[in-house]
């Protein structure tokens, strides 16, 4: 009997493993869709202020109230921030959506691709660039929406990729 519910509590706990992260522990698995009040940025205001960079052709750059750095980049991409939620896998840095209509992931960079000096994007604004769309809601928190539909919620304490 004990040989019996050892077996069983193991294959709940690689059930587990399997469903939380996709099939590899510790890799979050993007959403097929965007969670719900993603698409609440659509609704912002553009934002107004310096958001480009001279040496960057054509992208759009931004800083988070809370002192993150983001951008989107022309033609549908790289959209991303040199940022990763607490619940991000160790080793990360930077969330992106890549070129292509790719979910968004989280990833290593040794250098900040997304960081500028520019200006803040004040809470209840947005940013768009070549039909890619990055807000900044309640408390900081950032989402992107890139061409396929894919992107990424940013908040200091979670994130959400799809």
Not at 71 to 86: K, R, Y
Not at 94 to 101: A, D, L, N, R, S
Not at 103 to 122: C, G, I, K, Q
Request: aromatic share 10%; with cysteine.
């Amino acid at each position: 009997m004990l040989h019996r519910f050892a077996i069983l509590a193991a294959v709940g706990v690689l059930g587990v493993g399997l469903t939380l992260t996709g099939g590899v522990a510790g890799a979050p698995s993007a959403l097929a869709e965007p969670p719900p009040g993603a698409d609440a940025i659509d609704s912002y205001p553009l934002a107004e202020g310096n958001f480009t960079s001279p040496t960057d052709f054509y992208h759009v750059f931004f800083k988070t109230p809370d002192g993150r750095h983001c951008g989107i980049g022309p033609n549908g991409g790289p959209i991303g921030c040199d940022a990763v939620p607490a619940d991000a896998p160790p080793g990360t840095n930077q969330t992106v959506v890549e070129y292509g209509g790719t979910p968004a992931v989280y990833r290593f960079s040794e250098n900040p691709t997304f960081t500028r000096d520019v200006d803040v994007l004040p809470e209840g604004h947005r940013l768009t660039n070549w039909g890619a769309t990055c807000g900044v809601g309640y408390q900081g928190t950032v989402t992107c929406r890139g061409y396929g539909g894919h992107g990424f919620v940013l908040a200091a304490n979670y994130g959400v990729l799809w």
